[in-house]
């Protein structure tokens, strides 16, 4: 069965450097996203991309995050200079256009900034 | 406001036992679903159950059936003969507006299911 792949499933990084998370998408889907999840808290909503460009993202998407697809499988999410509260569990998702209505996660990437 | 409410940080039940997980929504639009995610301790979201707004049944998929009251925009899942492997973090989700496009997920702050054995 498809599924959405995720690299890596955990990095841990310094203060104020750029990371880069990666996911592939499974290969029929065309809306993308990234949501996060701080530690011990609920899902949150980071952005949705559609046709290369953002359909929306949130308030915690401001400019120190950027998304693109560079090629035809990969989808990634760059966080250009992270800070301690960027800690969280990143998980992408995908969606196949118009009647779907199931977004598939994926495994998820641990990012820890120190 | 919260659009996705569930009231039971934590939930403790016998093993074979059914269980109620709550989950109150809320929103203006007519168009939209209700999803339920679990994500064991080894941090990955499981999809379980989806719900539209404008189903008439009450959706099923094996042991889980959502518990669908529309006028009290109530969305319960429910897990029938609970196991052991049931013990995780449960998610109530919504998306609003028509199934097209790129539609953000809303989730609730998720529910700690505990199986005795």
């Known amino acids: 069965e498809p599924e959405v792949t995720q690299t890596p499933s955990h990095q841990v990084t310094q203060m104020g450097q750029e990371v880069i998370l990666r996911c592939v998408p499974i290969s029929n889907h065309l809306y993308f996203y990234w949501y996060r999840q701080i530690l011990g808290q609920k899902v949150e909503f980071l952005v949705s991309?559609?046709?290369?460009?953002?359909?929306?993202k949130s308030e915690i998407f401001d400019d120190q995050f950027s998304v693109e697809r560079p090629d035809g499988s990969n989808f990634t999410l760059k966080i250009r200079s992270t800070k301690l509260e960027d800690s969280a569990m990143y998980f992408c998702?995908?969606?196949?256009?118009?009647?779907?209505?199931?977004?598939?996660f994926g495994p998820g990437t641990r990012l820890t900034v120190t | 406001a919260q659009k996705i409410t569930q009231t039971q940080p934590g939930m403790f039940v016998q093993e074979k036992e059914a269980v109620t997980l709550d989950c109150t929504y809320d929103t203006s639009d007519q168009s939209y679903g209700l999803f339920w995610y679990k994500q064991p301790s080894s941090g990955e979201m499981i999809f379980l159950i989806y719900q539209g707004s404008y189903d008439e049944q009450n959706a099923t998929e094996g042991r889980y059936s959502l518990n669908f009251q529309k006028a009290r925009k109530s969305a319960n899942l429910v897990i029938s003969a609970s196991q052991l492997g049931d013990s995780a973090m449960y998610f109530c989700?919504?998306?609003?507006?028509?199934?097209?496009?790129?539609?953000?997920?809303?989730f609730g702050q998720g529910t700690r299911l505990t199986i005795n054995p």
């Open positions: 991309f559609y046709n290369n460009e953002i359909s929306e």
């Open positions: 989700a919504m998306r609003e507006g028509r199934v097209q496009g790129a539609q953000k997920l809303v």
């Open positions: 998702a995908s969606k196949v256009a118009l009647s779907s209505y199931e977004q598939y």
